[in-house]
């Protein structure tokens, strides 16, 4: 008998249930983490260098503990397969999907669209987790989305304080919006690694708390109006 049926019939036994899942589904990331998002806040993950990976394996096991979620992606790189090897039912997932070059979804635009209907389930509080995958889209544009689209989102989450939102994005982005920022390293054969930065409250930004609103340079954000 392997060792790993030796393993699985010794826990059955014990009455601790008979399988072994993969190291990726133990969640060791999630939990070095914390949870996900709270109801009514934004939390956002990001590389802790330009272009390092194991952000979407981190999003996957914070999503796996969600009973239902919706997952906006606009540049199409959810993969169901890793995601139910990390532990995700995907019965349980609204995926909207982007990707292509579908006719106004791309460009400045296509973001100021993404974010509306960002807005739109955010609001609608119909599901406790969505997650935001922005980490393929142009940083440059991301760049210039106007500080009041963080505002109106947070704004959203606060009225029901029903739903969470998970940010993944190539740098944060949200500011003084989000809760906290998850900063994610991933290196060959290692488990990723978070450091998690100071929470709003820390930074003189308290929940509830009037928030401060700067008025924005329109050349700077182009045609982005979300």
């Known amino acids: 008998m392997a060792l790993r049926e030796e393993l699985e019939a010794a826990l059955g036994a014990r009455g ?36 390092a990976g194991g ?28 995601a139910r090897r990390a532990g995700l039912n995907l019965e349980r997932v609204l995926w909207l999907r982007g990707g292509g070059k579908r006719r106004g979804l791309t460009g400045l635009p296509g973001l100021a669209r993404w974010h509306a209907a960002l807005n739109a389930v955010v609001q609608s509080a119909a599901l406790p987790l969505v997650v935001a995958d922005f980490l393929s889209w142009p940083l440059a544009e991301l760049r210039r989305t106007p500080r009041s689209a963080w505002f109106r989102l947070l704004r959203g989450l ?22 906290r920022v998850l900063r994610v390293r991933y290196e060959a054969g290692r488990w990723p690694a978070v450091s998690i930065e100071a929470q709003a409250a820390e930074r003189g930004i308290a929940s509830g708390a009037p928030r401060p609103v700067r008025k924005e340079d329109p050349s700077r954000h182009g045609e982005l109006r979300a």
């Open 55 to 82: 952000v979407t394996s981190l999003a996957f096991q914070l999503a796996a503990t969600a009973e239902r979620l919706v997952w906006v992606d606009p540049s199409d790189r959810f993969d169901p397969a890793s």
């Open 158 to 179: 606060e009225r029901t304080r029903r739903t969470g939102l998970l940010l993944l994005a190539p740098e944060p982005l949200a500011q003084t919006c989000a809760a």
């Open 16 to 51: 601790l249930g008979g399988s072994l899942r993969p190291p990726e589904a133990w969640g060791l990331a999630a939990a070095e983490a914390g949870e996900g998002p709270r109801a009514g806040s934004i939390l956002e993950a990001v590389p802790a260098t330009p272009g």
